[in-house]
């Protein structure tokens, strides 16, 4: 029987993650978090800056600034439309963090409309063009990703469509993804494009990063003004001098620098992407042998499964039995889709003898083979 945990983790209770959120941190990288701290007014800081600068727009294939935001991701979401929305926001939606942006949006007092699909389903490229055709719109929201289901929608696709349309603008949540498959910002014609760190960066929750196109911070200018901390023109001033507007989470940030040489410099970022597709495949093939898949087939994500609970089983009791005789830990289904799903995610710095290993011991607790 394969054993996943090294002796160090299991005498500290350690419980390995292939949850979608947050994701297992490497020792090396929770090391960084102890470093002493510098003044965010300061060359150092600067330095550490422009740093990130340059690694993350090489991480997103953009030429565009990366804002550092103090926050979840729920917050540059919500920077997203209350920055970027002057006439009408379409707010697509097929999963929970799709509808989230929506209520952001409703209680920002943002102009919007909701379209949804259901759940299993993506969003498709000739569904978007007849929402905009409609000429209501100045931007729409799309979650790539959505870790809730499982889905990856057609983001480059979606693009093409929204290029057509000079005034809306193209705000992107890539939680789930960006850092576990391949972004490109500029060629896809994404505004704003923004990730938390605790999925595919594998790195602690707290800090999240977007990237911030000219025609989005023009857009911010001309909206009337609905936040302080969130304000996307005081921050592009900040930025502009390479510093923040509020005291930032250093030490999280000198853990992302590291992480950003491990990503760019060490592993390569087409080995990176590669490496989350063969996770991939291997949990999608377990989860057709064994049950089912969440979502249409074509659109399945590259780093979380969502796995339909044709068996019956208690998650919860699975998850149990993971805890106390693994020490890991996978997650189960969000929201109505609890216990007649669950999730493996296979992002961040998971290889594929983990994932194998993690699917090993949960054949033996089910008794599959």
């Known amino acids: 029987m394969p054993v996943i945990c090294n002796i160090m983790e299991v005498i500290n209770m350690h ?12 020792p090396e990288l929770l ?14 800081f600067v330095e550490l ?14 030429e565009n600034p990366v804002f550092i935001f103090s926050s979840s991701s729920t917050g540059a979401m919500e920077a997203a439309v209350t920055n970027g929305v002057k006439k009408r926001c379409l707010n697509l939606v097929n999963g929970a ?28 490229a000739e569904m978007v063009e007849e929402q905009l055709a409609s000429g209501k719109y100045d931007a729409v929201t799309l979650v790539s990703n959505d870790t809730s289901t499982g889905v990856l929608n057609p983001v480059k696709e979606i693009g093409e469509v929204i290029k057509k349309y000079d005034d809306v603008l193209f705000l992107v949540d890539a939680v789930s993804a960006m850092a576990g498959t391949e972004i490109r910002v500029d060629e896809w014609g994404i505004d704003m ?4 760190l605790q999925k595919a960066f594998a790195l602690p929750a707290g800090l999240t990063v977007a990237s911030v196109s000219e025609r989005l911070l023009k857009r911010a200018e001309e909206v009337e003004k609905r936040s302080y901390y969130f304000n996307l023109p005081l921050m592009y001033k900040y930025h502009k001098k390479s510093q923040t507007p509020v005291t930032p989470p250093i030490p999280q940030m000198l ?13 390569g970022l087409e080995a990176r992407f590669k490496r989350h597709q063969e996770m991939a495949s291997c949990v999608q093939e377990w989860a057709l042998k064994y049950f089912d898949i969440y979502p249409e087939k074509g659109y399945w994500s590259q780093t979380v499964t969502c796995i339909v609970n044709t068996r019956g089983i208690s998650v919860s009791e699975l998850n149990k039995q993971l805890v106390e005789r693994y020490h890991c830990m996978i997650a189960d289904g969000y929201g109505e889709l609890k216990n007649k799903c669950f999730r493996i995610a296979h992002m ?3 290889t ?4 194998k290993g993690l699917l090993a011991v949960i054949n033996d607790i089910l008794a599959l083979e």
């Open 31 to 44: 090391k960084e978090l102890s470093h002493p701290q510098i003044h965010h007014r300061t060359e150092e």
């Open 15 to 26: 419980n390995k993650l292939f949850t979608p959120g947050p994701t297992e941190v490497r």
């Open 193 to 196: 494009c923004l990730a938390g």
């Open 255 to 267: 853990a992302l620098k590291k992480q950003l040489e491990y990503i760019i410099d060490k592993e």
């Open 49 to 62: 800056y422009d740093f990130l600068q340059l690694y993350l727009k090489k991480l997103l294939f953009t």
């Open 97 to 124: 963090f799709g509808e989230r942006w929506h209520e952001i949006a409703v209680m920002n007092g943002v102009p919007c409309d909701k379209f949804e699909i259901p759940w299993d389903k993506a969003i498709k």
């Open 348 to 350: 961040g710095d998971m």
């Open 352 to 355: 594929l003898q983990d994932i």
